[in-house]
């Protein structure tokens, strides 16, 4: 016997869309309302996840950048002493 799908209105959906941004909890057909909210509108789920990969590995690099120009900036004054 094949399986029925409930169908929802556009307020409702809304609704638990405002509902889900508001707690984080995850539901599937929100993900195209994330991707859009996120600026990946337009790329497949493999570009989007590489996005969010890359834009976090920038993040990474960007730390480790700043501490190595604190070290830097500490082992001159040290050596000027």
């Not at 959906?13 to 508001?22: L, Q």
């Not at 960007?62 to 501490?67: A, G, I, K, L, S």
């Amino acid at each position: 016997m094949p399986e029925t799908r409930r169908k929802y209105d556009p307020e409702f959906k809304e609704g638990a869309v405002r509902i889900v941004r508001e707690t984080g909890k995850p539901i599937a057909w929100v993900a195209k309302d994330r991707a859009e909210r996120e600026g990946t509108e337009g790329l497949s789920m493999g570009d989007a996840a590489e996005l969010k990969r890359l834009r976090a590995e920038n993040a990474q690099l960007r730390m480790e950048r700043d501490v190595l120009k604190r070290s830097v900036v500490l082992w001159v004054k040290e050596a000027t002493k």
